[in-house]
């Protein structure tokens, strides 16, 4: 649809939209047609896009926008003025940035400086030096972790040598990590980023079938481990009972864990090193929430078994508790260790996460459940 529009129209829609969305434009644009819409956008605009370009998704360089009022730290307060006469005629102009001749970033002067400070004064006296600044190629959940108490409405961003490369805007930054928040629970089922709710039905059909296949595969695991047992299943039907109940519970405990590790991983509440200590604390968390609804599921087994006459009641009750310690345990282990796998493996951790911890809950509370069973009663 943007490429089909008149050249100057598109430059209007891009600027409307959330820097980092129109660089996921730009780059799906024929070449043709992002020609024609460089052309017509302002010079400045053109070489911010082109720069842009060469930051990874998700970094704050993907986000800037060009910085129209730049000085030297030797014009005057009423030079300035003057120059930005004709800036805010077309831009919205927050703060002035003053460089020194490698573009260096050397501080910034607010409207205030400007308004009381004597015309003939030299912008790098009234300067506030040391000014707050971005790394262009810093991630945007790192850039929001720094603005917990610097609540600037632009922030300037420099590249690695202190150069000014452009400016991004607080609420471009928010817009951007919201997004990526709210992606993350459809992310953890296979939902991919890109789908809305206004997403056509072949897109949608296309981005979630992929994962769904990949459930399929992971299912036939959990089956295959019923199979394993089926003679002791064919000798105990009333186990039957009990496998969604571990499975449910297992799974509602895994799918807490991982909630809570993607949580602190996101906010940056996982130190380096830290994850040793987090698995063990999600082991015993599962222990404890197992041991006590062990407790509960392994009592209804055991009045089952005996309204039924069965002579294993008993032996059915202990089994259903410790496969319900057990699996609840391994579901807090697996919910906090696949998310922190992927991410050393470089991949986004929420990435289908609740499908692999789902698949390791079914297999581990069927599976120790028709186990134990079968080691118990012969």
């Not at 644009?29 to 053109?46: D, F, K, N, V």
């Not at 842009?52 to 003025?81: D, K, Q, W």
């Not at 296979?190 to 897109?203: A, D």
């Not at 199979?227 to 105990?236: E, H, N, R, S, Y």
């Amino acid at each position: 649809m943007l490429a089909a529009e008149e050249p100057a129209r598109a430059v209007e829609a891009l600027a409307a939209v959330n820097p980092g969305f129109a660089q996921e434009l730009l780059a799906e644009l024929p070449p043709e047609a992002l020609a024609a819409i460089s052309r017509a956008a302002a010079p400045e605009a053109a070489k911010q896009w082109l720069r842009n370009a060469r930051y990874a998704r998700g970094a704050v360089g993907r986000l800037m926008e060009p910085a129209y009022a730049v000085f030297s730290p030797a014009m005057t307060v009423g030079e300035a003025i003057e120059q930005l006469r004709a800036v805010v005629r077309t831009v919205f102009v927050t703060y002035g940035y003053i460089i020194d001749g490698e573009a260096k970033l050397l501080g910034l002067v607010t409207m205030r400086d400007l308004l009381f400070n004597d015309h003939g004064a030299r912008l790098g006296d009234v300067m506030l030096k040391g000014a707050f600044s971005f790394r262009a190629d810093m991630s945007v959940s790192d850039a929001m972790k720094l603005t917990l108490n610097r609540h600037y409405p632009v922030y300037p961003v420099c590249d690695e040598a202190g150069r000014l490369v452009g400016l991004v805007r607080g609420a471009a930054i928010f817009e951007e990590q919201a997004f990526e928040i709210t992606a993350q629970p459809g992310s953890m089922v296979g939902v991919e980023k890109e789908e809305r709710v206004n997403t056509s039905l072949g897109r949608a059909f296309k981005f979630r079938h992929p994962w769904l296949q990949l459930n399929l595969i992971t299912a036939f695991a959990a089956g295959g481990v019923v199979a394993m047992f089926q003679g002791t299943v064919d000798k105990l039907v009333i186990l039957a009972t009990f496998l969604p109940v571990l499975a449910g519970q297992s799974g509602n405990t895994g799918c807490q864990a991982l909630a809570v590790t993607v949580r602190g991983m996101t906010l940056g509440d996982i130190r380096a090193g830290a994850g040793k200590a987090l698995v063990a604390k999600e082991f015993f968390l599962g222990l404890a929430n197992g041991g006590v609804t062990g407790v509960l599921c392994g009592v209804a087994m055991y009045f089952l078994a005996r309204a039924q006459d069965s002579p294993h009641a008993l032996l059915l009750g202990l089994a259903v508790f410790l496969a319900m310690m057990g699996s609840c345990a391994i579901s807090g282990v697996s919910g906090a260790t696949v998310p922190l796998l992927l991410k050393r493996l470089g991949a986004d951790p929420a990435t289908a996460s609740s499908i692999i911890v789902t698949t390791a809950t079914d297999v581990a509370s069927m599976g120790l459940l028709l186990g134990l069973a079968t080691v118990l009663i012969r």
